[in-house]
């Protein structure tokens, strides 16, 4: 069983900065890619970033630039640092991965970009 909880969200003004963070525990190995997502109300949850084991990193076009993801796997910790945020970054952003076959996903977090 793996649990996932992200944590960092908050309001942050246009051009802000803000860090996430998900700390993992349970029986998951540092072999696994981890992902963070989001969701806007009314639209569906689509993937921001994603880091695998090797640390090779993929972003999604619209935060290319903007964010990086990084992992601790001493501290079964993956982070988002999401830099010059905009308006359209407002979102829940979730946490996670795919261990032994199973899908596993935090609680979310919000993150609210607005003056």
């Known amino acids: 069983q793996v649990q996932l909880v992200e944590s960092g969200g908050g309001l942050v003004q246009p051009g802000g900065s803000l860090r996430l963070s998900c700390a993992a525990s349970?029986?998951?190995?540092?072999?696994?890619?981890m992902y963070w997502y989001r969701q806007a109300p009314g639209k569906q949850r689509d993937l921001v970033a994603r880091i695998s084991s090797g640390g090779s990193t993929l972003y999604a076009d619209s935060v290319k630039g903007r964010f990086t993801i990084s992992r601790d796997d001493a501290k079964k910790t993956v982070y988002l640092q999401m830099n010059s945020l905009k308006a359209e970054d407002t979102a829940v952003y979730y946490c996670?991965?795919?261990?032994?076959?199973?899908?596993?996903w935090g609680q979310g977090t919000q993150v609210t970009v607005s003056s």
């Open positions: 996670n991965t795919v261990d032994m076959g199973n899908n596993y």
């Open positions: 349970g029986s998951i190995f540092s072999i696994n890619a």
